[in-house]
């Protein structure tokens, strides 16, 4: 016994030692609940990293939502601990893993929205629209709306817009709202169009255009947002529990298709939902949410505050303006008349002057700006605008973009490198759109659509996405269009435009590290290195083995975000 202790009695030291016992009890149990959890050990796995300086690995280690160690099998083993007993881990089994997609560019509020409502993707003719509208009358009381996306008349015989004839008798008494694929048109039956009072003398509202027939009466065709809002002002909100009931679906769609990421464009009341089911340890995917370009400066200043921007899950971010149209609607805003059809050069949503004071006012405040814009001209006047806010508020790291840059002049490429611009385009749409884009602007224009590899021999950014649910989430679809710029069923023989394609290492960087990068999130994921966020998938095939013709039929056996499994299929 240690001098001082001699002559202590009993009960005071048992006493002592009890309080000294709880208080070591109790800083063990702090210590333990400061402590990172223990690691997962994903092995012997074909892990392609992304990082181009160590483009692959054999093993990793997961703690605490991140990537700890990754490497060859002995380093993982012996310097990382995951040849300690007990270490928990993941064999792979030689299986193809990489970073998670980040989905530049989506509207997970509209995919909800179409879950619940008529589908109409894929429809062959104004004849099945009919049918499916007749089978959703069925099931609804009269005077109520109905609703439904997605129809694309470049796939029926005759090609034309259809007309409220066509479904007035098959919903005399529901009113009736049915959006194009693009979501920059939408056709309505005759008791929708007088619930919204458009007849013969109602004027085309700013930016948009209520189509109308021979005889001047209108045909139910509406087209850009300003038109058909006169329509959807009139339908009723969706409550907050359909809204949530839609997004769940899309959200386990997104998880099923290897999304880790999203960048957002959605309704506010949608971004409410996202922040109920992050509460509730329920989202499957980091959601970064776009404001609306058009709110008032406080407005956008208030829920930036309110919906922050540093969350590692969701968290509020650039700014979105629609400027033009669609090619498939013939609204894209267009520097010469469209090839099919000389009386139109689309539609520029904006007056320019105003654009251009807005974007100076909103940059100042610190806004990032993402202007969609197709057209060649749109694309032109969304260059001009970013040129004059940087001469108006001077130069900073801004990272500005323009969503889809779908058409853009010979001249125009460099301007996006020398301005910084970043192009968040989407692959899967020259999939889609080569059934006809040609036919829309000519084989010299057509030149300069869908053309990443231009932009990236330019040195101008790509992030890339897939305008969900105008295309499907399926980031393979665009890897295919990358690759092969050929139709789903193959051809045409080399592809269409073919000096465009390009490396599928160069796609997934645009869909990864490029997506990262457009949102300021550089170094935090992309790729799969030490530091960055676990999210990862592991799918069926490896991609770098396999023909491209195959990248579609790749299946996702599980999505890891945050070290958290989100899909495990089979």
Known sequence: ????????????????????????????????????????????????????????????????????????????????GGSQ??????????????????????????????????????????????????????????????????????????KRFPNHQQLDPVAPKNPVLLTHISGHVAVANSLALKIAEIDKSTPNPPGGEIEHDGLGEPTGMLKEDTAMALVRVRIPDPSMEERRRGIEIVLQNVARNGVTSVQDNSAWEDFQVYQELKEEGKLTARITEWLHFNDSLDDLQNRRAQGGTTDLWLKTGALKAVTDGALGSRTAAMLEPYSDDPSATGIFTYDRDKLRAMAIERDKAGFQLNFHAIGDRANRICLDVFQ????????????????????????DFKRFAELKVIASMQPSHQTTDMRWAEDRIGSERIKGAYAWNTMLKNGVSLAFGTDYPVEPISPFRGLYACVTRERPEGGPRKGWEPQEKISLEDCIRAYTSGSAYAQFEEGKKG????????????????????????????????????????????
């Open 527 to 570: 790729e799969l290195r030490v530091g960055e966020y676990a999210d990862f998938l592991i799918l069926s095939d490896e991609l770098t083995k396999i023909p491209p013709s195959q990248y579609t039929k790749v299946r996702v056996l599980r999505t890891v975000v945050g070290g958290k499994t989100m899909y495990q299929g089979n």
């Open 388 to 411: 004059a806010v940087v001469k108006a508020n001077g130069r900073r790291d801004r990272r500005d973009r323009i969503e889809h840059a779908q058409v853009v002049a010979p001249t």
């Open 85 to 158: 007993e007990g270490a928990e881990t993941v064999p792979l089994h030689e299986q193809f893993v990489m970073p998670g997609f980040n989905d530049a560019h989506v509207h997970l509020g509209s995919a909800g929205a179409d879950a619940l409502s008529v589908e109409l993707r894929g429809v062959t003719s104004p004849q099945e629209m009919q049918k499916r509208v007749a089978e959703a009358v069925a099931h609804h009381k009269e005077g109520e709306w109905i609703t439904g996306s997605g129809w694309d008349h470049t796939l029926w015989p005759d």
């Open 1 to 80: 016994m240690r001098k001082g202790t001699i002559g202590v009695r009993p009960a005071v030291f048992c006493f002592t030692l009890a309080v000294a016992m709880w208080a070591s009890a109790a800083r063990e149990n702090s210590y333990a609940q400061e402590r990172p959890k223990a690691a997962v050990f994903y092995m012997h796995g074909r892990i392609y990293t992304n990082d181009p300086a160590s483009p692959w690995a054999e093993a990793m280690a997961v703690a605490d939502g991140k990537i700890t160690c990754i490497g060859k099998m002995a380093h993982v083993l012996l310097d990382c």
